[in-house]
């Protein structure tokens, strides 16, 4: 009895499913057992969802993710719901090529305990480890904040989903763009342009609903062409295996993606 | 089996039970329904319970009423006018079965000459639950509305309720007893702290007896409200949680035979919704 409590309290998910199985199926319980497939995580913390429920979820999370921006999570789930085109071609792009292949392989994971940041910032100027870092700090970001993926029913594409996730805000200093309106379209559009997900592209599009004037001039004639042009000339961005370019420059790393310098303020 | 899966119960959704004990003599206890009773801030059951809400006046009306014990007019004359203004009050304000319950007995049997019925409120309701927050939401709500020299505010387990023997005319639990860990002992302690002829009475999901109606109703349980869960309060764990813990609940007969063998007598139950919740009723004689 006490392992079966302490299965349930320290893994819920597991819990639940360790309790169906000792449920003895009744009329009472049938129901549950036919409007659920049966329950197996493919990777801590998925959840398995129905056609019904992505569709559920994918026109939930668009509405509540416009009615209020701060629900990063809803634009979480929202790309991994609709992503579902995407991330196999995503994971082929990745196969193709043999850094992506690297990444595939090792799994490697984004985040302040995988990576030493303080060692980052005591890179040379220029590096790619050391402008990540000037990044987080200017922006006031961690790497810590990326939500894991859960409704994604591959694990392969689950980690597809969860590296492009931690790499957002490389995204960000590879374009060199900051996290204001302006900075993270262009960033949606090049993701989006790169990765093929639904979220990115729409966000990309609808976001600009809520520039001022003066944001929207400098959008349309300096950043939008810019971040287009990035976003179909260059490389695959996630094929870049970034725990193994820390000391790269980042200009001789922007030339071998193909990134255009971002336009000068 | 069933023991088991009781084991499981996940201690957090448990602090949406409450007991409500009341000194009464209509008996009042009940459990607190959360989100709507308390405003926005309960977190939990609001998406799943707002189902049987909807048919809300109707359950209420029927659960007071129950609790009173009989059709308006059939006891004493001046219940007629209580069970008016209990009436009246439901459908123009929402609130907490233990509230509606504090309301009535307020103005039960109001004496002429009675500047201000609330000064003379015989008896006593006691809310009783596990966590302390949600007391605290009760009682800044029961201030609010005018009700807290009627109802006193208790942090106890329902399996070990802190109160002597034979203490209270009546003891009421709803939406509260599926997240007790042990329902039997609940259910003892109800009956412990009962007195002869006193009465429990409990609100809670159950089995909904018509196919179609409960393909329906699971078909929205287990594809729509995890959904709305992580929707609209970013939490699809507790409210798949729900759900299941609705479906593992014992059916209407065998929940009445659970009472039974805790002492209880005349146990019948009531449907609300084809099923979708029911009424427990049972007397300690």
Not at chain 1, 213 to 221: A, G, I, L, S
Not at chain 2, 3 to 24: G, Y
Request: net charge neutral; proline share 5%.
């Amino acid at each position: 009895m006490d392992f079966v409590l302490a299965v349930a309290q320290n893994a819920p998910g597991r819990g639940r499913m360790f309790v169906r199985q000792l449920v003895q199926s009744d009329s009472h319980q049938d129901a549950a057992e036919q409007t659920e497939s049966p329950e197996e995580e493919l990777y801590p913390g998925h959840i398995r969802t129905t056609p019904l429920q992505k569709a559920l979820l994918g026109v939930g999370s668009t509405l509540m993710a416009l009615y209020s921006p701060a629900r990063d999570d809803m634009v979480a789930v929202n790309g991994e719901v609709t992503g579902m085109l995407a991330l196999p071609w995503m994971h082929r792009k990745m196969l193709e090529d043999a850094e992506g292949q690297q990444i595939l392989r090792e799994k490697p994971k984004l985040n302040s305990y995988t990576v030493d940041l303080d060692a980052l910032r005591s890179l040379p100027e220029g590096t790619l480890g050391r402008a990540y870092t000037q990044f987080l700090d200017v922006n006031g970001v961690s790497p810590d904040t990326r939500l894991p993926v859960r409704f994604v029913d591959d694990p392969e594409l689950a980690y597809v989903m969860q590296r492009y996730r931690e790499a957002h805000d490389l995204m960000h200093t590879v374009l060199g763009m900051n996290t204001k309106l302006v900075g993270e379209v262009a960033v949606k559009w090049v993701e989006g342009l790169q990765t093929g997900l639904p979220m990115c592209l729409g966000g990309a599009l609808m976001a600009p609903i809520r520039f001022r004037p003066k944001q929207r001039k400098d959008y349309v004639t300096r950043v939008l062409p810019w971040a287009l042009k990035n976003g179909f000339k260059g490389k695959f961005i996630l094929n870049a295996y970034f725990e193994k370019r820390w000391s790269q420059d980042l200009n001789d790393f922007r030339k071998e993606f193909n990134i255009q310098e971002p336009p000068s303020a | 089996m069933n023991k088991d899966i009781n084991a499981f119960r996940n201690r957090e959704m448990a602090a949406l039970t409450c007991h409500v004990l009341c000194r009464v003599r209509t008996v009042l206890v009940s459990p607190i329904l959360p989100a709507r009773c308390f405003g926005k801030e309960a977190s939990g059951v609001a998406v799943g319970v707002s189902r049987c809400r909807s048919s809300g006046v109707v359950l209420r009306g029927q659960f007071a009423r129950h609790l009173a014990g009989g059709r308006a007019g059939e006891e004493k004359p001046k219940t007629h006018f209580g069970f008016q203004d209990v009436t009246e009050e439901e459908k123009s304000q929402m609130g907490d079965v233990a509230i509606r319950i504090a309301r009535f007995a307020k103005i039960l049997r109001p004496r002429p000459g009675d500047a201000d019925p609330a000064q003379r409120a015989e008896g006593q309701i006691i809310v009783c639950d596990i966590n302390k927050a949600m007391l605290n939401v009760g009682e800044r709500k029961a201030e609010r509305i005018g009700l807290a020299n009627v109802i006193t505010w208790k942090e106890g387990n329902a399996e070990d309720i802190p109160f002597d023997d034979n203490s209270f005319d009546a003891c009421t639990i709803a939406f509260g007893i599926r997240n007790c860990t042990h329902v039997e002992k609940v259910l003892q302690e109800a009956y412990r702290v009962l007195k002869p002829g006193g009465r429990f009475m409990c609100l809670e999901f159950s089995l909904v007896k018509n196919s179609l109606l409960r393909w329906l109703y699971d078909q929205y349980s287990f594809q729509v409200i995890p959904v709305l869960g992580q929707v609209l309060a970013r939490d699809w764990d507790s409210y798949q949680y729900l759900v299941e813990s609705i479906r593992q609940f014992p059916p209407q007969e065998e929940f009445e035979d659970m009472m039974r063998e805790a002492g209880f007598q005349g146990v019948y139950h009531e449907n609300l919704t084809g099923g979708v919740c029911a009424i427990h009723s049972g007397f300690k004689l």
